[in-house]
């Protein structure tokens, strides 16, 4: 893009997605100061908070913020509500599928890695975990979800139809193959090909596009197995390829090796429109209460920045982050003992992409739990 304008649609959404979001819009803030670039925010409705307020979860003008954006941040959506009403015909999540859908936001990036400070924090032991770097590339408009639905109006049978075809396939994989090329050349095919004609034809389809990229080494893992090598042995992965549904529930459970779920971003990206999100849900139980870990939003901007073509900004940031961690400055589910609020946290990385080593914090002090401003 090359410019230093951008249009950004601010979606902070439901439980602790408005809080999280604030972090990345203070992160933002410093961005645009340091790195001489001007964000022009404009704030729409999505999820439980747009249906309490419009009826309707994707209302057509956040829609067309969105389509007007150089990029989409988004906070999260759910509410117990409507996780606790089965027949609730308008749910929060239809409004996500269905921007996905129209905006065209067919792969969904996911990056794992460990922190060397916050092993300890995962339920995994160190041999196991450390040096895990990986990136999930999942499909994600199409597949089961998107599949045609129906339920018995007696209430005795359902079915949800899981359908691919080429086109679905082939971009997505075309991006997993170039992304290996960058790291380690190793791509692994989650799919479940024994029993699914939809993972087969995924296998086809893999095959097809592998001599396109002769450095790349192309494996297949079955699904159930991938989720115990996961645990396991994560390090054997470097980047893995898969469709949605797999998708979903593979890089929940690779959210927990690094010790926290509210560490991970993602981005969906398309090809005019990308948007980018953490993968943690809404935690409404923590609404509110300033516990809500921002990291995986933060990151979640750092890839943004990538996606921009601010990548001074975005490596910035990242060291910002990891400056945050190394110096215990983290919220509760990170460190139980000393601890901060989101808006502590976020401040603290804010300040440090301003002032680096010089900034305002005493880190002398917040090591041994007397954070001052000096």
């Given amino acids: 893009m090359s410019n230093s304008y951008f249009k950004i649609a601010v979606l902070p959404g439901d439980g602790i997605g408005p809080e999280v979001v604030n972090e990345s819009i203070k992160i933002l803030d410093a961005v645009a100061e340091v790195f001489q670039v001007k964000f022009q925010f404009s704030y729409g409705l999505m999820g439980a908070e747009a249906i309490f307020k ?5 209302p057509e003008d956040t829609l067309k913020i969105c389509k007007d954006s ?3 941040l988004f906070g999260a959506i759910g509410d117990p509500v409507f ?3 089965p027949d609730a015909k308008v749910r929060p999540e239809q409004g ?3 921007l996905r859908k129209e905006l065209g936001l067919y792969a969904n990036i996911r990056p794992l890695k460990t922190y060397a400070s916050l092993i300890d924090k995962s339920p995994l032991k160190r041999e196991i975990i450390e040096g895990t770097d990986i990136q999930i590339f999942r499909e994600l408009v199409s597949g089961i979800y998107f599949g045609e639905k129906f339920t018995d109006p007696d209430g005795k049978y359902a079915y949800d139809v ?18 290996a090329q960058k790291r380690k050349k190793k791509l692994t095919l989650i799919d479940k090909a024994n029993v699914l004609d939809t993972s087969r034809l995924w296998r086809k389809i893999c ?12 494996d297949y893992i079955f699904v159930d197995n991938a989720a115990m090598q996961l645990v396991l042995n994560p390090r054997q992965f470097d980047v893995i390829l898969t469709e949605n549904m797999f998708g979903d529930i593979i890089s929940d459970e690779a959210s927990v090796i690094g010790g926290s779920i509210g560490l991970l971003p993602s981005a969906s990206i398309g090809e005019e429109n990308a948007l980018f999100e953490p993968i943690h849900g809404s935690y409404p139980q923590a609404k509110g209460k300033g516990i809500a870990n921002p990291v995986a939003s933060i990151l979640s901007t750092a890839m943004m920045l990538d996606y921009l073509e601010l990548p001074e900004a975005a490596d910035k940031l990242r060291r910002a982050v990891e400056h945050s961690i190394e110096n215990r400055y983290v919220t509760v589910d990170l460190n139980a003992q000393q601890h901060y609020t989101t808006g502590e946290v976020g ?3 804010a300040d440090y992409i301003k002032y680096s080593e010089k ?3 005493n880190f002398e002090n917040i090591k041994i739990g007397k954070s001052t401003i000096v």
């Fill in 207 to 218: 095959q097809k596009i592998a001599p396109q990229y002769p450095d790349v080494q192309l």
């Fill in 96 to 98: 996500l599928l269905k």
């Fill in 83 to 85: 996780d606790n009403n």
């Fill in 347 to 349: 401040s603290f990385i």
């Fill in 70 to 72: 150089d990029a989409v």
């Fill in 54 to 58: 419009t009826g309707d979860p994707l």
């Fill in 162 to 179: 899981c359908k691919y075809s080429t086109g679905d396939i082939i971009p997505i994989a075309h991006m997993a193959f170039k992304e």
């Fill in 359 to 361: 900034s305002y914090y």
